[in-house]
């Protein structure tokens, strides 16, 4: 254990009191679950299947599937919801955004009566 590691420990007592502690052991447990499942995807797209690239592979019946009739109605309707939901996370941020350089919040509006 690094002398910076102790110390953070040490200093709280716990290691889920402090973000940095938990954080690194975060990207530990992410790490290691990312190796250990490529080992089967490996076996299972590479050896059994006997595909040469199998991203290249899956992102080229993606795109073939775009390209039927079906396939291009369904992605201009994917793309309208995508715009449609970016489009109210903006104008809702923006919202936020005005209402936390006013100075205020939901909360004071309703008791201080701003907009009356």
């Given amino acids: 254990m690094s002398e910076t590691v102790a110390k953070q420990l040490t200093e709280d ?3 889920f009191k402090n973000p940095s502690v938990l954080d690194g052991w975060l990207f530990v447990f992410v790490s290691f679950l990312g190796l250990f499942s490529a080992v089967p995807l490996r076996k299972v797209m590479i050896i059994d299947f006997k595909l040469t690239y199998p991203n290249g592979t899956a992102t080229a019946h993606l795109i073939n599937s775009f390209h ?4 291009a109605k ?3 309707k994917q ?5 449609k939901f970016f489009s109210f996370s ?3 941020d923006f919202f936020q955004w005005v209402l936390k350089h006013m100075k205020t919040n939901f909360s004071l509006i309703s008791q201080q009566r701003i907009f009356d």
Avoid at 79 to 83: D, E, I
């Fill in 79 to 83: 793309v309208r919801v995508l715009g």
């Fill in 13 to 15: 007592g716990d290691a």
């Fill in 90 to 92: 903006f104008l809702w």
């Fill in 74 to 76: 369904l992605a201009k």
């Fill in 68 to 71: 039927t009739p079906a396939g």
